[in-house]
């Protein structure tokens, strides 16, 4: 195995986090509806507002990675739900379903041999492919993480969950 194999290999183990954490889904798995728009305990913020969060940021990574008329967004109100919105069951599912399919979009660009890691984003200020892959793996796995320690704190884990 050369090289970049290598290095496309460890970038889609920490897109996904094999090695070193629950994955998305798992942390996800079984989440009570009732308790979406519930804040998390000393946080401003419930389980809903934080996966449309993770949701939102990633969705803007792979924009700007595929995207030659890429928008820059303002921070913090275009990578947060508005708050005290209530999520609907359907909220939820397409926050789920939209989180997935940019994931497996940003996947597939990282496992193309095609693709140059190390090229400039043109459209950028100097950023490259690679960067941006390392930027939405640490956001999501330290937001993923804080998700599963909310619900930790929340009691929402099922009896079937594996500590």
Known sequence: MNQKDILR??????????????????TVREFPIDRINENFPNAD????????????T????????????????????DYWPKKGKKASRADW????????KDFKELENIAKNPKTDLYQDIPWGEG?????????????????IGEFAIMRQAMGTWSKSHKK
């Open 9 to 26: 290999e460890n970038l889609l183990a920490l897109l996904t986090g094999e090695h070193a954490r629950m994955s998305f889904d798992d």
């Open 45 to 56: 913020y419930t389980p809903w507002d934080l996966l449309e969060h993770i949701r939102l």
């Open 58 to 77: 990633q969705q803007d990574i792979l924009d700007f990675i595929i995207n030659p008329d890429y928008k820059y967004r303002k921070w913090p109100q």
């Open 93 to 100: 599912e397409k926050t789920i379903s939209g989180f997935k």
């Open 127 to 143: 950023e490259t492919i690679l960067r941006e892959f390392v930027t939405v793996a640490n956001h999501n796995a330290f937001h």
